[in-house]
C-alpha cells in the first residue's frame, strides 16, 4: 500500500480526504514510517500552509509507527530532514514535541545537536510536553552530554523548559555522568528563579484565584510552578552553594507537601540541621513518605526512620496518597488514609500472586467531606463512585473487574445490541423476573468469554435496584438517594471480578 501525504497538505486540503488517509496512517505497516517521514520533509512548502490540526495529528500518527516499529528505524533518522520539518511546521501546530521526541531517541550528538537548536529557537508551549521529549536521555546512557549542555541551559528562561532541563540536569549529575551540576556556574540565576516561583506559591496560598480563573488554569498553573520549584530546590541541593540555604528556607515554609520536602532534602544534603529534622517529620505525611524515604537513605539517614513507616502497609497508603494528589485526581492530599485489608492473591494481568492493600482516604473539606475506598499494589487506583460500603470481597472484586482487560470480555450500551444480543437479553430479563426482580430495563450487555450477562434497573421488594444476571447467578445493589453510587459500569466490574478473583483463587 502506498500513502500519499499531499492531499493532507497545503491551505486547500479536504478535511474528508486528509481524515481517510490519516485512517491509513494509523492502520500502515511501522515500516512505512521512514518513507512517510522523508515524503513529509520533501513536501515542506506546502506544510508551511496547512492546517495545525490536520498536521499535528499526521506527527501523532507517524510518532505512534515509530514507537510500534523496529528501534533501528528510529536510529537511523536523518536529523536534518526532522529539523526541515520541524521549522515548516504551521502555528499552533499540536504535537510537535513528538517530532522532537524522535529526533532526540536518535541520541547521535549531530541529533541532539540539532533537536537543542530547534528548542533554543522554539521550546514546546508546556512542560509535560517538554519532559517527555527530553525523558530518552534519561534511560539512556549511549549519548554524549555536550551535545546537550550547556546550550540547552539557555532555556531556562522559557517556564515551560526550565523544569524538564533542570531535572536532566540533576539525572546526569546523580548518576555521575558529569564532574560538577551542569547549572553550577548559574546558582544565582536558579536562586532567583526559585524566589520567584516561591513568592508565587504563596500568592496562590493565600488566594488559589491569583493562578486563574477557572479550575484546569489554575491547576495547570500549580502544576507547573509545584514542578519547577521542585526541580529547581533538587539543583540547588546538587550543587551545595551554602549561599542558597536562606533561599531555601523560605520555600521549606510552603504548605505544599512535596515543596516542603524536596527544599527540606536540598537543606538536608547540605547538612542544615533545620532541613534534617524538617525532612524526617514529614515522613509522617503519606503524601511525602515514600520521597522522604528515598533522601534519607541517599544522605545516610536511614536511622531516624521509624520501621512501621517502611512497611507495605505504609507503601500502599503513600501511593494512594500520592495518586489522589495528581492534578487529574483530588489534586490534594487526602485528610486521613489507613490500610483496611491486605491480601496476597492471583490478580488480573500478573502471572504469581502479588500483595493487594484496600485504602480508606478521607477528606475533610470543610463543611463537606468525602471518602471512599481505594486498591493499591497491583495497581493505584480508587473509583469515582462510593465502594466502601461494599463488602472487603466485593471491593476486591470491583477493582480486578476494574482492571481486567480481555479482547473477549466487554459490555455494550443498550442502543448497540444487535438482534441477536437483543433475544439473549429479553431471556436474561426473564430469567431476573423469575427471580423476584421486576420492570427490569436493560443498561448495559456484557460478555464474559463464553457468557453474557446484563445488567437492569429493576425493582425488588417494592424497592428500587440494580442488578446483574448471567441466567445462573445474579448480584444486585439497591438504589439509595445519594450521590457517587455504584452504577451500571460498577456492577458489571463487580460481577466479571468475582469471577476472575474466585477462578484464580479458589477457596481451599
Known amino acids: ?33 521512514t518513507a512517510l517521514l522523508t515524503q513529509l520533509a520533501a513536501n515542506a512548502d506546502q506544510l508551511r500552509q496547512s492546517d495545525p490540526a ?9 510518532h505512534l509507527l515509530f514507537l510500534k516499529g523496529d528501534p533501528q528505524a528510529v536510529a537511523e533518522l536523518d536529523p536534518l530532514a526532522l529539523a526541515t520539518i520541524d ?24 541529533a541532539l545537536t540539532t533537536a537543542v537548536e530547534r528548542l533554543r529557537a522554539e521550546p514546546p ?29 539557555d532555556t531556562l528562561a522559557h517556564p515551560s523548559m526550565a523544569s524538564p532541563v533542570l531535572d536532566l540536569a540533576n539525572f546526569i549529575t546523580r548518576e555521575k555522568l558529569v564532574d560538577k551540576h551542569p547549572a553550577a ?13 516561591t513568592s508565587r506559591l504563596e500568592r496562590f496560598e493565600a488566594d488559589p484565584r491569583s493562578l486563574g480563573d477557572d479550575i484546569p488554569t489554575v491547576q495547570a498553573r500549580l502544576a507547573e510552578a509545584v ?44 547538612g542544615d540541621p533545620t532541613g534534617i529534622e524538617k525532612l524526617i517529620s514529614l515522613v509522617s505525611e503519606p503524601v511525602a513518605r515514600l520521597r522522604v524515604i528515598a533522601y534519607a537513605d541517599e544522605l545516610g539517614l536511614s536511622d531516624r526512620i521509624a520501621d512501621h513507616y517502611r512497611s ?104 448497540h445490541i444487535n438482534d441477536v444480543q437483543r433475544r439473549l437479553v429479553t431471556r436474561l430479563a426473564e430469567h431476573a423476573i423469575r427471580a423476584g426482580y421486576f420492570s427490569p430495563h436493560l443498561e448495559l450487555f456484557g460478555c464474559f468469554f463464553e457468557e453474557e450477562a446484563a445488567v437492569f434497573r429493576a425493582f425488588r421488594d417494592d424497592k428500587s435496584c440494580r442488578v446483574i444476571t448471567d441466567g445462573l447467578e445474579s448480584i444486585h445493589l439497591p438504589l439509595v438517594d445519594r450521590p457517587r453510587q455504584p452504577d451500571a459500569g460498577d456492577l458489571w466490574n463487580l460481577y466479571k471480578g468475582r469471577k476472575i478473583l474466585r477462578t484464580f483463587n479458589p477457596l481451599d
Request: hydrophobic fraction near 45%; proline fraction near 7%; aromatic fraction near 6%.
Open 185 to 197: 556556574d548559574r546558582t544565582a540565576a536558579l536562586a532567583s528563579l526559585l524566589a520567584g516561583v
Open 1 to 33: 500500500m502506498t500513502i500519499e501525504l499531499e492531499p493532507l497538505l497545503g491551505p486547500s486540503a479536504d478535511p474528508a480526504v486528509a481524515g481517510l488517509i490519516l485512517r491509513q496512517v494509523g492502520s500502515a505497516n511501522p515500516e512505512m514510517a
Open 54 to 62: 490536520i498536521v499535528g495529528a499526521l506527527l501523532r500518527g507517524l
Open 312 to 415: 507495605q502497609e505504609s507503601d500502599a497508603e503513600a501511593n494512594m496518597a500520592l495518586w489522589l494528589s495528581q492534578p487529574s485526581q483530588m489534586g490534594i492530599p487526602p485528610t486521613e488514609v489507613e490500610t483496611l485489608d491486605r491480601r496476597h492473591q492471583y490478580w488480573p494481568g500478573y502471572e504469581r500472586p502479588i500483595d493487594c492493600f484496600l485504602v480508606r482516604f478521607h477528606y475533610d473539606l470543610g463543611g463537606r467531606s468525602y471518602s471512599n475506598v481505594g486498591i493499591s499494589g497491583p495497581v493505584t487506583f480508587a473509583l469515582a463512585n462510593n465502594v466502601a460500603d461494599l463488602p472487603i470481597d466485593d471491593i476486591y472484586a470491583i477493582y480486578a473487574g476494574w482492571h481486567a482487560d480481555h479482547q473477549q470480555i466487554f459490555a455494550i450500551a443498550p442502543e
Open 227 to 270: 514542578a519547577l520549584s521542585v526541580s529547581l530546590c533538587d539543583a540547588l541541593g546538587l550543587v551545595g552553594q551554602a549561599t542558597t540555604i536562606p533561599r531555601l528556607t523560605e520555600t521549606m515554609q510552603l504548605t505544599h507537601r512535596r515543596v516542603q520536602t524536596e527544599a527540606a532534602g536540598a537543606l538536608a544534603r547540605m
Open 125 to 153: 508551549r508546556n512542560w509535560e510536553a517538554s519532559g517527555q521529549l527530553l525523558s530518552p536521555l534519561m534511560q539512556h546512557r549511549d549519548w554524549t552530554v555536550e551535545a546537550i549542555f550547556p546550550a540547552i541551559l
Open 87 to 110: 521549522e515548516a511546521l504551521p502555528k499552533d501546530c499540536l504535537n510537535r514535541h513528538l517530532l522532537l521526541h524522535l529526533l532526540v531517541m536518535v541520541r547521535t550528538a549531530p
